[in-house]
């Protein structure tokens, strides 16, 4: 069983476009989190939920929108997407502290 | 604040030959530190954490609050321990927040 999974794997697309990636983990985890990792693989949070409750958000555009509908699932929706968005971004769940378990990744790219 | 430093961006050692990945962290409570590895095109995976003071596929990590730090240590370097290597921190006022380091890739030549 995985244990964090992302849908799609691999995402192409046009600039100017709205775009959604899903993501679920199935550990009973009570956080989850999404993080950009770029082209120098630099790894950044994006948000962070505990409880279907956002916690974090760091300084992300606000065209990136996360939604909890219950704590084992946490979706990404990105509006009006731009060429800078392109990188992998990784889904991540852990208990409130402690190791973090983390999705395949979706490789965005954007034309 | 909480921080994370991975010092080099880029190691390269040969087979055989010991490996050491810095890692140095500012906090001001207690925190939990991780390494983490990710092989080429993969998820991160839980490599190692502070408290459970394990070795893993040869590696091992101490926590030396003194000079906050946690390098990775591994003696007897493999070319499959080619990869991207994250120290993490977690902890503090932020609850769920983790602090990652830049990375350090670690390539080990035949």
């Known amino acids: 069983d995985t244990a964090v999974s992302q849908t799609p794997k691999y995402l192409v697309t046009q600039m100017g476009n709205d775009k959604s990636i899903k993501c679920e983990q199935n550990l009973g985890h009570d956080t989850m989190y999404w993080y950009k990792q770029d082209s120098k693989k630099f790894l950044k949070i994006m948000f962070s939920?505990?409880?279907?409750?956002?916690?974090i958000n760091e300084t992300v555009p606000n065209r990136f929108s996360p939604k909890s509908p219950d704590k084992a699932h946490l979706n990404l929706h990105i509006n009006s997407l731009e060429l800078g968005d392109s990188a992998v971004y990784f889904c991540?769940?852990?208990?409130?502290?402690?190791?973090?378990?983390f999705g395949p990744g979706t490789r965005l790219l954007v034309l | 604040a909480q921080r994370v430093t991975q010092p080099e961006k880029l190691l390269s050692v040969f087979k055989g030959a010991p490996v050491e990945l810095k890692c140095n962290y500012s906090y001001s409570g207690s925190p939990e530190l991780f390494w983490y590895v990710q092989y080429s095109r993969q998820r991160l995976q839980l490599l190692l954490r502070h408290i459970s003071r394990e070795s893993i596929k040869g590696f091992t990590a101490d926590l030396n609050k003194g000079e906050t730090s946690f390098h990775l240590k591994k003696p007897f370097a493999q070319e499959e321990d080619s990869a991207m290597y994250y120290c993490?921190?977690?902890?503090?006022?932020?609850?769920?927040?983790?602090?990652f380091g830049d990375g350090t890739t670690l390539t080990v030549k035949p």
């Open positions: 993490a921190l977690s902890g503090g006022t932020n609850a769920g927040k983790s602090t």
């Open positions: 939920y505990n409880n279907k409750e956002l916690i």
């Open positions: 991540a769940s852990s208990q409130v502290t402690g190791a973090q378990y």
